[in-house]
């Protein structure tokens, strides 16, 4: 009977290891700090972490050639347009030309602050892979989700509000 205990037991520990590693794979650590944002304002006003603070933020990576960026756009402004005080979203257009970034914003009429990376440098920070990519913030400026892929607006206020839990 002994001898049966030992092997269940790690078997046991064997599978939920694997679980455990399942279960996490995607998501987030456990609130890290965020990484600074691009100092380069493509529609004011101009957005910094320490400005952020106070509040649940969404950094919102994007570019205009990304073609699910652009299913996610009007999402995006009819989402800011719902805040009313109770968090903030800044836009981060990523790896992009300015011109065609510009033109992007005036499409589709976003009022929301919007910053520039170019190089990618500052998105490469925050780690993220495809775009859109959608980083949310608790009110101390620490990432406690990372969402992937286009987002609707009830989307965004379910992690907007689940921000500071």
């Keep these: 009977m002994r001898r049966a205990v030992?092997?269940?037991?790690?078997?046991?520990?064997v599978v939920g290891l694997i679980a455990y590693e399942v279960l996490s794979a995607?998501?987030?650590?456990?609130?890290k700090p965020a990484p600074p944002l691009p100092s380069v304002v493509l529609?004011?006003?101009?957005?910094?972490?320490?400005?952020?603070?106070?509040?649940?933020a969404l950094i919102n990576f994007w570019a205009s050639w990304c073609d699910p960026c652009r299913?996610?756009?009007?999402?995006?402004?009819?989402?800011?347009?719902?805040?009313?005080?109770?968090?903030?979203?800044?836009g981060v257009d990523y790896t992009?030309?300015?011109?065609?970034?510009?033109?992007?914003?005036?499409?589709?009429?976003?009022?929301f602050p919007v910053l520039e990376d170019p190089d990618g440098i500052y998105g490469a920070r925050y780690e993220f892979s495809g775009l859109p990519t959608t980083v949310v913030l608790n009110?101390?400026?620490?990432?406690?989700?990372?969402?992937r892929g286009?987002?609707?607006a009830a989307q965004l206020r379910v992690a907007l509000d689940s921000a500071d839990s």
């Design 26 to 31: 995607g998501s987030t650590p456990a609130s």
């Design 71 to 90: 299913k996610e756009a009007p999402e995006l402004e009819r989402f800011d347009r719902s805040l009313g005080g109770s968090g903030q979203l800044v």
């Design 43 to 56: 529609q004011a006003p101009k957005a910094t972490l320490a400005g952020l603070r106070g509040k649940p």
């Design 139 to 147: 009110s101390r400026g620490r990432i406690v989700e990372t969402l």
């Design 6 to 13: 030992v092997p269940t037991i790690a078997v046991v520990l």
């Design 150 to 152: 286009p987002q609707t």
């Design 96 to 111: 992009d030309k300015s011109s065609g970034a510009r033109a992007f914003i005036h499409e589709y009429g976003w009022t």
